[in-house]
């Protein structure tokens, strides 16, 4: 089920009341059932790689907690990251490794063929492994005490709202709320309501009708001229923040209906003012992850200064390969460890401090740099990537111009229409993104008369309606 | 958590109000347009219409066959309600409006030729349908037309998102003209008249291969079903066609070969070619081009059909 379809207009209301009406004993079986229901919309089959993952997770961090002996614990650890990481290495990564055998053989002259399994990716199971995978790390470090009721802990593993695309929740953060009976918040309800209406907008209005745009030039970036690639790719950057942030402001809107809150995924990315700060308001649950269970286990920060270059370059190739099993994803991780390591050798952190115009400068530079990784990201292909960086630089060819933007007779044509509504969606949504996050501005907001608020979710329930490209497009990070 | 709630019902509400006074609004607007196909619509789906012969499908029919000619020599009631640019696609849904009416016609005619198979073909502003889609029949004809019409059975108020813009654009100076009671153009006519004859016989930009649906065949054999459960005579007609421009069309037995399969199979259904009419054949005086008749053509055409829907009622009394 997508978060952006009218079943879930259905689902989530009736989930919502439901929840408020059952004593507190019995909702985590609403919530369990409504979580596997949501999740059986997609694929009722691979709900099986879930309640494995939920099981073999519930007894290793049971085992974890009791036993005292190093070398077992370990053995449980191991036998927790060997299903986990195994199933996730099967299912998402078997098919790029075989064809990397058959490159590899095919360059050696061998004849070795391996034949692809053609897997179909289980939509979430990279969110999901990581989050179970945090718990049994956290018991094994002593950090928590296992759950002690086996539905409570599917439920955590298994919580609709950030089940398919995260945020990557932490067990001490989530569980401990399924526990504790809680009453509806009309505050915490209400700002639950403006989170999903703003994550719709996002998604609906900005990501979806900037993926026209970015999807054709894309597919056809051997005809087209550098100023269109570099559109394409600006639009890109926007596309993907909206798609992927919009996704989590509607699954914290759900939480937030309940009463849970999830941990906050985005601050205002693109307004970093370099790549280590860029990364610490991008995907935060997966970054702060990342630091948790890669990075500080290397060393981190505490050895010498190339121990600590390894150790940043690791945790971004894991990051790309974290994306997606392709190349390209891989070397965007790569891109953004170099990034890491020449701010830590130039020591250029957010801490000095810089007048106006030079954090404005820093933000343009840091965004650029981003863009770059963003290419990668989008190509299909390393080939694609390479090719698409080429024709942007070879700036004396470029047409500049938005009619530049037709395409040929055998694709879909983009209106000039299509164009200037993406670039209007991108300055509502920036100028809405400074809003929410400078706490004045929002607080402004939040203290206008009733007519005045409500006059804005109208405006923006009804630009999603109007502006909106609809027909339940997927969410881009369902894929990783 | 009712206050809440209250909130939500009231704020849903409002919007839900807010869409459908916009809808109404370009509805309204639209229908009100002055343009042909546009009146043409309104009068098929707004007045209380119930001809005894329906002419349906593209500019040929539409200029080929005169309905008062029609009318007057077969003392039965006919509307032309072909429409320009059009394929059975949409007007199936003209088809299913009438054949829905407590008293359907007795006989629908419509024209057959390559073009109406051709699965490439785009079809003329699908959006002349919007101001109807509260008829469940209109929308399904949408859909059918594939992207980005489908969405309409799908996503509630389809007609007013972006991807629309014609259709908010016509409305919007449709009311302009409304409010500045503009006077509309010409007395609306179910048949249009074409009285030019001057055309080029060595023009042939129009005639390019076509490849035949499966989907256009299939919709033709469920039209042809319905009429038989409401015992409705469907006349097939391969119009007359100026005789060079015949020979340019690769699939024209193809064509045919589809419309007489189509009467063996269906009882009710009766295939007319006038593509080989002596009368027509070399008189470029009786066409607007290749394919059109003008109004001299159709004036014979009518009148020839008239004759053979006399005699094909004679044969089955």
């Keep these: 089920m997508l978060f952006n379809s009218l079943d879930y207009l259905v689902f989530l209301p009736i989930v919502f009341i439901l929840y408020y009406y059952l004593p507190h004993r019995f909702r985590w079986i609403l919530l369990l059932l409504s979580s596997y229901y949501f999740y059986m919309c997609w694929r009722w089959d691979y709900l099986i790689l879930i309640i494995i993952s939920t099981l073999v997770d519930f007894k290793v961090g049971h085992l974890l907690f009791k036993s005292e002996d ?3 614990r370990k053995v449980y650890l191991f036998f927790s990251l060997l299903v986990n990481l195994g199933l996730l290495a099967y299912f998402k990564y078997a098919d790029f490794i075989i064809g990397n055998i058959n490159s590899l053989s095919k360059e050696l002259n061998l004849t070795l063929e391996v034949d692809y399994l053609n897997i179909l990716l289980p939509v979430g199971i990279s969110f999901y492994t990581f989050q179970t995978l945090s718990y049994t790390i956290d018991i094994y470090n002593r950090k928590i005490e296992p759950e002690t009721h086996l539905g409570r802990f599917a439920v955590f593993v298994s ?3 950030q089940l398919v695309a995260g945020p990557i929740e932490r067990a001490s953060h989530l569980i401990p709320q399924f526990r504790v009976k809680k009453g509806f918040n009309y505050p915490v309800a209400v700002s639950g309501l403006r989170r999903i209406l703003w994550g719709l907008f996002k998604k609906i ?25 570099l559109l394409a790719t600006y639009f890109f950057a926007f596309q993907i923040y909206c798609d992927f942030s919009g996704y989590s402001d509607i699954a914290i809107g759900s939480a937030r209906l309940l009463n849970i809150s999830l941990m906050e995924n985005f601050r205002t990315p693109y307004f970093s003012r370099s790549i280590s700060e860029f990364w610490s308001r991008w995907h935060i649950s997966l970054s702060t992850w990342f630091r948790d269970y890669l990075y500080i286990p290397l060393g981190g920060n505490r050895s010498n200064r ?15 390969l974290w994306h997606g099993a392709n190349w390209t994803f891989i070397i965007w991780g790569g891109i953004h460890g170099i990034y890491l390591i020449i701010e830590k050798v130039l020591k250029l952190g957010v801490e000095q401090k810089v007048s106006q115009g030079g954090d ?6 840091s965004f650029h740099l981003v863009l770059l990784g963003w290419v990668f990201f989008r190509a299909e292909n390393l080939h694609h990537a390479f090719l698409v960086l080429e024709k942007i630089c070879r700036i004396s060819e470029w047409n500049v111009g938005l009619h530049q933007l037709y395409i040929g007779d055998n694709a879909k044509v983009i209106s000039i229409a299509d164009t200037y509504l993406g670039i209007m969606a991108i300055c509502i949504l920036l100028v809405v993104d400074v809003v929410l996050h400078k706490k004045k501005f929002k607080n402004w907001f939040l203290s206008r008369n009733r007519f005045i608020r409500w006059t804005t979710y109208l ?18 990070y369902f894929q990783f | 958590m009712s206050v809440f709630l209250r909130k939500v019902v009231v704020i849903s509400f409002i919007l839900i109000v807010c869409l ?13 347009a002055d343009d042909h196909a546009v009146r043409k619509l309104y009068s098929i789906f707004e007045e209380d219409l119930e001809p005894e012969i329906l002419i349906l499908g593209s500019s040929i029919a539409e200029g080929a066959i005169n309905s008062n000619i029609l009318s007057e020599r077969t003392q039965m009631k006919a509307y032309n309600a072909a429409l320009s640019g059009r394929k059975i696609n949409d007007w199936i849904c003209v088809a299913d409006h009438f054949l829905s009416k407590s008293t359907p016609p007795e006989i629908v005619i419509f024209d057959i030729f390559p073009t109406v198979f051709n699965e490439h073909s785009l079809l003329y502003n699908p959006q002349d349908f919007y101001p109807y889609l509260d008829k469940t029949f209109v929308k399904e004809a949408l859909k059918s037309i594939g992207e980005p019409y489908s969405k309409i059975a799908s996503v509630p108020f389809y007609e007013l998102t972006a991807i629309n813009a014609i259709y908010v654009k016509r409305s919007l100076s449709s009311w302009k003209n409304l409010i500045l009671n503009k006077p509309k153009n010409a007395i609306h006519k179910d ?10 016989p060595k023009d042939f930009s129009h005639f390019k291969k076509i490849n035949i649906s499966k989907e256009s065949v299939e919709l033709y054999e469920s039209l042809f079903s319905k009429c038989e459960k409401n015992e409705v005579v469907v006349i097939m007609i391969a119009m007359p066609i100026f005789y060079i421009g015949k020979e340019k069309y690769e699939n024209w037995n193809q064509v045919v070969t589809i419309a007489m399969n189509f009467e063996k199979e269906f009882p009710n259904v009766h295939f007319l070619d006038y593509s080989n009419n002596s009368s027509f054949l070399a008189e470029s005086d009786l066409f607007a081009n290749h394919t059109h008749l003008n109004t001299k053509g159709a004036d014979l055409l009518s009148r020839l059909i008239s004759h053979r829907i006399e005699e094909l009622f004679e044969k089955s009394k």
């Design chain 1, 159 to 161: 919580f609709f709202p």
């Design chain 1, 205 to 229: 209005v900005v990501a979806d009708r900037l993926s026209i745009i970015v999807d054709q030039i894309y597919a056809t970036s051997g005809d087209q001229n550098g100023f269109a690639l």
């Design chain 1, 306 to 320: 190339w121990r600590v270059f390894f150790n940043i370059y690791i945790v971004f190739l894991v990051s790309g």
């Design chain 1, 459 to 476: 405006v923006f329930a009804l630009a999603i309606v109007i502006f909106g490209y609809h027909g339940e497009t997927e969410f881009i």
């Design chain 1, 70 to 72: 190093s070398l077992k």
């Design chain 1, 360 to 365: 404005i400068f820093r933000i343009l530079i």
């Design chain 2, 20 to 32: 459908c006074l916009i809808s109404e609004f370009l509805k309204y607007g639209y229908k009100h």
């Design chain 2, 191 to 200: 048949y249009i008249e074409v009285e030019s004859s001057t055309f080029n």
